[in-house]
């Protein structure tokens, strides 16, 4: 099962790396924060059992992979100190991870060049020799360091920070790294006192951090999917008032008239102006026929929603879609005075705000339905005008 959590976890946290790529060159924290989980995803690949496997079957029992995985670990240590310094701003940081993550490494090849004894990079493996046990003392010390400097600052800072993704992305990171820092604490407890439930752990640890990172990176994806979602949602409600406005008032649309499900699934416009461009289409499509209802079509709709049990704050709606499917219907009158008296518009103290009106639109929408089946029913209404 350990097996089997680690390679789904690894594999998650490739999408999110992938999927992030082509964004990263527009903010500093998003680059530093992509940068330590890519380079956290490339040690966690090389640690893959399969993976392992597969390097000791083509390059034997050498040290390249695994001092390969200890460097590409250390260069994801140095990329969570780039997160940390680019995020708080700290100058002094930069400099002094920047040397000492190049004296880490070469530390490291060192110790790896002039120690002979076999331990297949294994903490377990380490403790007859010295100078292996240096080795591991060396990295564990760097991770654990560098994750308790991130989760201090992740803590810190989401609790002011102003851009939601921002704060998200702080809070998923610094969980990721408390998981990573228990897995290096593992290991340090492994390097003096043999433990089979700890090794047994380790795995959920690491796949916890990765998956937990893997959320850091995919924050802006599921805001911007959470925008695209809402988007779809007020689009397919404002359909049959848009279909029915904008077909008497062709002039207001910005394209062609398309079916429904094909405007969801391939929309003519950027997704952070469709829903936008529909709201606007059909508050347009409102004003104009404002000129088509007469003070018959006004007080029978004045009369029509008396007689709902509705409440008070969705009467105005109601007057509204029952004057627009009047409207459709008619032909232009030439007094305004019952035009200016149609509502348009949400409730004077949202006015102005567009979810207030999107919100009355909808609303409009909802009760539309519901008129149009009393409408058909009276004939003398189509003569009311």
Not at 191 to 204: D, E, G, N
Request: proline letters at 5%; one cysteine or more; glycine letters at 8%.
């Amino acid at each position: 099962m350990s097996v089997w959590y680690q390679s789904a976890g690894t594999i998650v946290l490739w999408l999110a790396v992938l999927m992030r790529a082509p964004f990263v060159s527009r903010s500093p924290q998003q680059r530093g924060l992509w940068l330590a989980v890519a380079m956290a995803v490339i040690a966690m690949t090389l640690n893959l059992p399969s993976v392992r496997g597969l390097t000791t079957e083509l390059l034997g029992e050498g040290h390249v992979v695994g001092l390969v995985r200890s460097i590409f670990g250390v260069i994801s240590a140095a990329a969570v100190l780039y997160f940390v310094a680019e995020t708080t701003n700290r100058t002094h940081l930069r400099q002094w991870y920047q040397g000492g993550v190049c004296a880490l490494l070469i530390a490291l090849v060192v110790i790896d060049m002039i120690e002979d004894q076999p331990h297949g990079y294994v903490v377990s493996g380490a403790r007859d020799s010295p100078l292996l046990i240096s080795y591991w003392l060396l990295l564990t010390a760097a991770h654990l360091v560098t994750n308790a400097l991130c989760i201090h600052m992740c803590w810190r800072y989401a609790r002011k920070g102003a851009s939601y993704s921002l704060v998200w992305s702080l809070r998923l990171f610094g969980v990721g790294t408390a998981f990573a820092g228990l897995y290096w604490v593992g290991q340090l407890a492994l390097l003096f006192s043999p433990a089979a439930w700890i090794t047994a752990l380790q795995p959920y640890c690491m796949e916890a951090h990765g998956l937990f990172r893997a959320g850091a990176l995919l924050v802006p994806v599921a805001r911007a999917a959470r925008c695209i979602s809402v988007d779809i949602f007020i689009v397919w409600r404002l359909w049959p008032l848009w279909r029915e406005l904008t077909a008497a008032v062709p002039g207001v649309t910005l394209t062609k008239s398309r079916p429904r499900l094909l405007e969801i699934l391939w929309p003519p416009v950027p997704w952070n102006m469709f829903a936008y461009c529909k709201v606007i289409e059909t508050r347009d499509a409102i004003l104009v026929l404002r000129g088509h209802v007469g003070p018959a079509l006004l007080e029978e709709a004045r009369a029509f929603v008396s007689g709902l049990t509705i409440a008070e704050g969705q009467r105005d709606a109601a007057v509204l879609a029952y004057s627009m499917h009047g409207a459709c219907r008619s032909k232009p009158v030439r007094s305004c005075s019952a035009a200016s008296a149609v509502p348009v518009s949400p409730p004077p103290s949202n006015q102005g705000d567009f979810l207030s009106e999107v919100q009355f639109l909808l609303e409009v929408t909802r009760v539309y339905g519901l008129v149009a089946r009393s409408y058909a029913g009276r004939p003398e209404a189509s003569r009311a005008v």
